[in-house]
């Protein structure tokens, strides 16, 4: 039996005075026809997880989406609030729903698409999420799977997603091995600076630092690139990107030099923006070394969040330090680190400000937080380290 049935946007649950039901799912028109839509809409599955370290592919999807219009967040244990409140404290006007019943009488009509937005560890579906995603099938809805789990491969899944003219798209699935690449040293062509977003643990901000230096870049006129290398930047419409940690360890170096390859001969951009994976320090991840060896980042942004005590699912593994991962990365690569970002979980605005003046003057680097922080201080980042950036848009505008 469901926790809740409606889905209430969190403007009228903190508004004590307000017109008489402002709640969306009364208000808003029908869903137009399928066919009338210019962009797919969705229903983001993240059950007890949404805001928390294993809902970081519906907390993204939240933030940023290109290629969905998001419609609701299912998790009962946060029904009725909005979803951009609870990341960022920002309306989004995207609603958290009980269960699927209450997340389809909010839409009105049935969506295009059902995501499975929690990235658990095992990288696998329980019995319960199974029963669920085969219902949103039989319900007419296609499904967005992030998962080490292929789910076209999955005999049940198969049969009713081709009985209900559904379509299943598995993220994480490579090429296949005859088309898979290795390293060819293409890279050293390429004229424009690459700039690789590395953190000190996974799950702890890079992909949203990624985007948002992209976005940053892009609005005071430095043409800049991302290339994702996790399953939660391709859901989310990257143009250019790869599930790296599903690809054969063999290709990883190779399909990512190929990838950022493809970004600069598409699009000639003046920066190319690689999003990181785990940290190299971390033992369970070797994604960060791929991405080393296979993007071969002229410069390197730092993530860390300050007020984690241990690894993300590690409790016995202490955090390093900024200082030793940046020294580590740079024995390990031939690259500098420019500069540092900050996650601010569990934080205080003063305590993100004592940290930034802290760091800033233990590592001599610039350091921001690219969320609660003006988008300034991330151009000026990459600015000072690459100040001919600032010379072509001069050159652009003259």
Known sequence: ?????????????????????????????????????????????????????????????????????????????????????????????????????????????????????????????????????????????????GLHEFLNDDPEFAAASSAHNTTIIDVRRPRATKDLRVFSGSLT??????????????????????????????????????????QTGLIQGARYGLALDAVPSQFCAGELEATIMEAYEGEAPDVIVIEGQGALSHPAYSTSSFILRGSSPHAVILQHAPARAHRCDFETMPMPTPASEINLIQTFAKTRVIGLTLNHENMSDAEVTAAITRYERELRIPVTDALTRSQDHLVNMVLSAFPELAERVSQRQE
């Not at 009364?26 to 997880?49: H, M, N």
């Not at 095992?122 to 099938?137: C, D, F, N, P, V």
């Not at 230096?213 to 006129?221: C, D, E």
């Open 1 to 145: 039996m469901p926790v809740r049935q409606a889905c209430v946007p969190s403007h009228a649950l903190l508004e004590t005075v307000s017109a008489p039901s402002s709640d969306r799912a009364t208000l808003a028109p029908p869903k137009p026809p399928r066919q009338r839509s210019t962009t797919a809409t969705a229903i983001v599955y993240c059950e007890a997880e949404f805001g928390a370290l294993d809902g970081k592919t519906a907390n993204g999807l939240v933030r940023h989406s290109e290629k969905y219009r998001i419609l609701s967040v299912i998790d009962s244990t946060k029904a009725g609030l909005d979803a951009g409140m609870v990341l960022d404290n920002i309306e989004q006007a995207i609603p958290i729903c009980a269960d699927l019943n209450a997340a389809l009488k909010q839409a009105g009509s049935i969506p295009d698409y059902f995501i499975f937005g929690k990235a658990p560890a095992s990288g696998m579906l329980s019995a319960q999420e199974r029963t669920l995603m085969l219902k949103a099938i039989k319900l007419g809805m296609s499904i967005v799977n």
């Open 189 to 230: 062509t390429m004229a424009c600076p690459r700039l690789a977003v590395l953190g000190t643990d996974c799950a702890i901000g890079k992909r949203t630092t990624c985007t948002a230096l992209t976005r940053a870049l892009n609005a005071n006129g430095i043409k800049t690139v991302m290339v994702g290398t996790g």
